[in-house]
């Protein structure tokens, strides 16, 4: 009988060491993206280039947005045993990303990369998914399941609609500027279609605030158990 809380005590001491690799390794990352998306800017700031501008604060909200989803996936359900695929997926993912930030000057080169970036965010959302439903421990109680179904319930959204749409809006936006250079490119389109993603953006990471708050009390319960 004494060999049980043992287990119980060496599962949660993983649990917390999977975390803070896992916090650890998206800091870094993100750090990284984010001194690309800098080296990215000097130029346009210096010879200000405005319409690079709103590309700009994109770029960084991109940063924000998967440190702070990231962060809150990792404090909800990665735990032990330490998942390898999922975690070389925010490798390639950021990979994609960094590529990315270093076109706020080239509308085109932007959206088709952004579009990519987009596909393996959804491909990260649908591996999490997995995660969830292979390692699950069953609820002890009401907050650990409204937990468990929030999780759930967000991870389902944004596989059957915010990352299908972040994906058609930026692949649109690449066939748009490709197709009418002119009007996109000549005449300041594009603003339009950057303004968007700036909108979307800004709703997507306050979404993210908000989902870390609606849980923060059930993670308290969870890790005081």
């Not at 947005?65 to 990231?70: D, E, N, Q, T, V």
């Not at 390898?84 to 959206?111: D, K, M, N, R, S």
């Not at 915010?162 to 300041?188: C, D, I, K, N, T």
């Amino acid at each position: 009988m004494a060999q049980e809380p043992d287990l119980r005590v060496a599962r949660d001491r993983l649990d917390q060491a999977v975390v803070n690799i896992e916090l650890t390794l998206i800091s870094i990352i993100q750090g990284l993206a984010l001194a690309v998306l800098a080296g990215a800017a000097v130029q346009p700031i210096l010879q200000l280039q405005w319409q690079a501008f709103p590309y700009i604060v994109a770029g960084l909200l991109v940063v924000l947005i998967f440190w702070s989803r990231a962060l809150v996936h990792t404090l909800s359900f990665i735990r032990w045993p330490l998942e390898f695929g999922h975690t070389f997926a925010y490798f390639g993912a950021t990979l994609i990303e960094a590529v990315a930030l270093t076109q706020v000057a080239e509308p085109a080169h932007w959206f088709a990369l952004n579009a990519l970036y987009a596909l393996a965010v959804w491909g990260l959302y649908a591996w999490d998914l997995r995660v969830v439903l292979r390692d699950a421990r069953p609820p002890t109680n009401d907050e650990e399941r409204a937990l468990q179904d929030d999780i759930l319930r967000d991870q389902r959204l944004n596989i059957r609609f915010m990352m299908p749409a972040a994906v058609a809006f930026q692949a649109l936006s690449w066939w748009l500027v490709l197709r009418y250079p002119q009007a996109m490119l000549e005449h300041g389109g594009h603003l339009l279609l950057i303004a968007l993603t700036l909108a979307f953006s800004v709703h997507y990471l306050l979404g993210g605030v908000r989902l870390l708050r609606r849980r923060q009390h059930w993670l308290l319960l969870r890790a005081a158990n």
